[in-house]
Structures are given as C-alpha cells and as structure tokens.
C-alpha cells in the first residue's frame, strides 16, 4: 500500500534544448515517500497550468511540452516499469 504524507505545491523547472528554462507550478501534489527515486507526474495537473504535453512527437519514448503555443521542453521518458 502507497501513503502519502503530505499535499501542496511544487513548482518545476523544465529546460529547453536551448538552454532556456520555464516554470510550472502544479498544486494538490500529493508526496509518497515509498516510490523512492521514481516519479509519478499527473498529465492532467500539467495541462491545467496551460501547458500541452505531446507524447511521441520525436520517437516513441519522448515527450515535447509546449506552452503560449511555444515548444518549452523535450524530454525522454526515463525508468519506465
């Protein structure tokens, strides 16, 4: 069974393949200490900041994110199970 300890706010900062940065802040993140070094990121909680999220757009395992109709990151799925 997964607990979570604690709900609040994060905010993430993404790098483009520029070298340039955007924050999100995602709210309601919930923290579950037993996943350990793995991360659960909610798609939905993403896209409700204004972002869209692009799953496959450069291969089958990548994932682009877009915000203000403008590409902010790229980034590979990783220690997938």
């Given at each position: 069974?997964?607990?979570?300890?604690?709900?609040?706010?994060?905010?993430?900062?993404?790098?483009?393949?520029?070298?340039e940065t955007t924050q999100i802040q995602l709210y309601d993140v919930v923290y579950v200490p037993s996943l350990g070094p793995?991360?659960?990121?909610?798609?939905?909680?993403?896209?409700?900041?204004?972002?869209?999220?692009?799953?496959?757009?450069?291969?089958?395992?990548?994932?682009?994110?877009?915000?203000?109709?403008?590409?902010?990151?790229?980034?590979?799925?990783?220690?997938?199970?």
């Amino acid at each position: 069974m997964m607990k979570a300890t604690v709900i609040g706010e994060v905010i993430l900062t993404i790098w483009n393949g520029k070298g340039e940065t955007t924050q999100i802040q995602l709210y309601d993140v919930v923290y579950v200490p037993s996943l350990g070094p793995n991360n659960l990121v909610s798609v939905r909680c993403i896209e409700q900041t204004g972002t869209v999220m692009i799953f496959g757009g450069l291969g089958e395992y990548n994932v682009t994110i877009r915000k203000n109709g403008s590409e902010v990151a790229i980034a590979g799925l990783r220690r997938n199970s």
